[in-house]
């Protein structure tokens, strides 16, 4: 699709976001992106590479799990990153990650919403997203408080912010 820019009267390639539900050909990508330096330095509870044995359970698990919700965020049909929803104590953590290349451009917070719309289709009844992030990610604390979050606990080395969400009513065709 191209979109004619308001300023020049040269046209602009469009991109589209869009999201998928990962599977397991996503292994090795999840793999690859969770051990990239940036990705790691972000992370509360892994700072350490993790070990293809170790991924590899963990993502089999969480893709069987209804308790756990991933999506894989697409740029034009190429993957750029991801979005986890991970029921823990009443709450659905959060987790989100886009390459470099992706972010500064708006591709989060429009991904991360067709997730909320996504899980919102799935859920029952009305939920708590949870998002525990570093005080040194600036992007991500800004990027949830732009998304309706607000904050409810400041520790020492991160901040939690929460959102409530409640399911959506689909009309079926019967």
Known sequence: MFKRSPNSACFCF???????????CDAELLFKWVNSPDS??????????????????WFEKRLDSAKAHIWIIEESGTSIGQVRFEFSDGAYLVDIFLIPEARK??????????CI????????????????????NSASINLFK?????????????????RN??????KREG
């Not at 969400?165 to 689909?170: Q, S």
Request: charged share 20%; aromatic share 6%.
């Open 14 to 24: 469009a991109m589209t976001i869009s999201v998928r539900q990962a599977a397991e």
């Open 40 to 57: 790691l330095a972000g992370k509360l509870l892994t700072s350490e590479p993790i070990k293809w044995s170790n991924h590899s359970r």
């Open 165 to 170: 969400i409640t399911p959506e009513i689909v």
């Open 146 to 162: 732009s998304l309706g979050f607000s904050q409810e606990i400041k520790s020492e080395d991160f901040i939690t912010l929460k």
């Open 105 to 114: 451009k708006g591709n989060a917070a429009k991904a991360f919403q067709k």
């Open 117 to 136: 719309a996504s899980l919102q289709v799935i859920l029952k009844s009305t939920a708590v997203l949870q998002a525990d992030v570093k005080f040194s």
